[in-house]
């Protein structure tokens, strides 16, 4: 089962010398950042997930599945209807009870009635808890309605449309259901959204600060929301929030360096930036041995 009352990371994904996905080395970094306070969401946007082929999305969900974690959110990152379902009935199959976290395709020009479509069609396919991906940077401009969520959960029931990540902040501040998961895409908003009796946060920047995630997370002191704020905002200043990650922690491990195309590295100049701020705030990146 998925608790989704937490500090979720967007855990990145690693991958091999051919770009292949090291399915050990994303495991290991998964459980590492789940040890340290916040639990990994695999398989979305920060994971490339649109990008990994669904072989290698295979082997991945059966292997993370040997490993216990604190919680788990497994991601579908699939334009296709068919991918989608094949994705969530394989992760069935091999014993995956919890929720699954899917976006709407990311071509096109989409719709309510469009995305309401490809997701009522999931669940006619196959009975699944889904964590509705509201992203519309990278969801081909489509952000969700209010009326839509509820709609879905109408048709469908809470127990089967079970939550929300806002990354679009559309619908976290105002979009009240009973035992409805409300989960924002930063960290920034992780208090007030706590406040409004949302669940919690899955961030790409939380598996960079894990622990001060899950201190903010549970004692909520002002202190630590303030730090935890300005590792987030420098982060989002570099304009790419993946490749500044990937560089973040390539810094103790090269291989976090790799990304499949057509993503690309932080340009030198936003990296000596990004480590300028960082040492402002005081929080100073762990450095590989030389």
Same mark, same amino acid.
């Given at each position: 089962?998925?608790?989704?009352?937490?500090?979720?990371?967007?855990?990145?994904?690693?991958? %091999?010398?051919?770009?292949? /996905?090291?399915?050990?080395?994303?495991?290991?970094?998964?459980?590492?950042?789940?040890?340290?306070? @916040? #639990?990994?969401?695999?398989?979305?946007?920060? #994971?490339?997930?649109?990008?990994?082929?669904?072989?290698?999305?295979?082997?991945?969900?059966?292997?993370?599945?040997?490993?216990?974690?604190?919680?788990?959110?497994?991601?579908?990152?699939?334009?296709?209807?068919?991918?989608?379902?094949?994705?969530?009935?394989?992760?069935?199959?091999?014993?995956?009870?919890?929720?699954?976290?899917?976006? %709407?395709?990311?071509?096109?020009?989409?719709?309510? /009635?469009?995305?309401?479509?490809?997701?009522?069609?999931?669940?006619?396919?196959?009975?699944?808890?889904?964590?509705?991906? %509201?992203?519309?940077?990278?969801?081909?401009?489509?952000?969700?309605?209010?009326?839509?969520?509820?709609?879905?959960?109408? =048709?469908?029931? @809470?127990?089967?449309?079970?939550?929300?990540?806002?990354?679009?902040?559309?619908?976290?501040? %105002?979009?009240?259901?009973?035992?409805?998961?409300?989960?924002?895409? #930063?960290?920034?908003?992780?208090?007030?959204?706590?406040?409004?009796?949302?669940?919690? @946060?899955?961030?790409?920047?939380?598996?960079?600060?894990?622990?001060? @995630?899950?201190?903010?997370?549970?004692?909520?002191?002002?202190?630590?929301?303030?730090?935890?704020?300005?590792?987030?905002?420098?982060?989002? =200043?570099?304009?790419?929030?993946?490749?500044?990650?990937?560089?973040? /922690?390539?810094?103790?491990? #090269?291989?976090? =360096?790799?990304?499949?195309?057509?993503?690309?590295?932080?340009?030198? =100049?936003?990296?000596?930036?990004?480590?300028?701020?960082?040492?402002?705030?005081?929080?100073?990146?762990?450095?590989?041995?030389?």
């Amino acid at each position: 089962m998925t608790n989704l009352n937490t500090a979720f990371s967007a855990s990145v994904s690693m991958l %091999n010398a051919d770009l292949s /996905l090291d399915v050990g080395a994303t495991i290991q970094h998964a459980l590492k950042v789940d040890n340290l306070g @916040v #639990s990994p969401a695999v398989l979305g946007s920060t #994971s490339q997930g649109q990008l990994i082929s669904i072989p290698d999305k295979k082997k991945l969900i059966k292997e993370i599945l040997k490993h216990k974690f604190n919680s788990l959110l497994i991601g579908t990152a699939c334009n296709s209807l068919g991918n989608t379902v094949n994705l969530i009935r394989y992760s069935l199959d091999q014993g995956y009870d919890g929720a699954f976290l899917v976006m %709407n395709p990311a071509y096109y020009h989409p719709e309510d /009635l469009g995305v309401y479509n490809f997701f009522s069609n999931i669940q006619k396919a196959v009975r699944c808890k889904i964590v509705l991906y %509201n992203f519309s940077k990278l969801g081909a401009g489509y952000a969700f309605s209010q009326d839509i969520v509820k709609n879905l959960i109408s =048709e469908f029931g @809470v127990e089967v449309f079970v939550g929300m990540k806002d990354s679009s902040n559309t619908c976290w501040q %105002n979009l009240k259901i009973d035992k409805f998961s409300m989960l924002v895409g #930063s960290e920034i908003n992780l208090l007030k959204n706590l406040e409004l009796g949302g669940s919690g @946060v899955i961030s790409a920047t939380t598996q960079c600060c894990p622990g001060l @995630v899950r201190k903010v997370f549970e004692k909520k002191y002002q202190k630590d929301f303030i730090k935890m704020f300005a590792i987030r905002k420098a982060f989002d =200043e570099t304009g790419d929030l993946v490749a500044a990650v990937h560089y973040f /922690l390539s810094l103790s491990d #090269s291989r976090y =360096e790799r990304m499949l195309p057509p993503l690309t590295p932080l340009s030198k =100049e936003k990296q000596k930036n990004l480590l300028n701020k960082l040492k402002k705030i005081g929080f100073y990146p762990e450095r590989k041995a030389a």
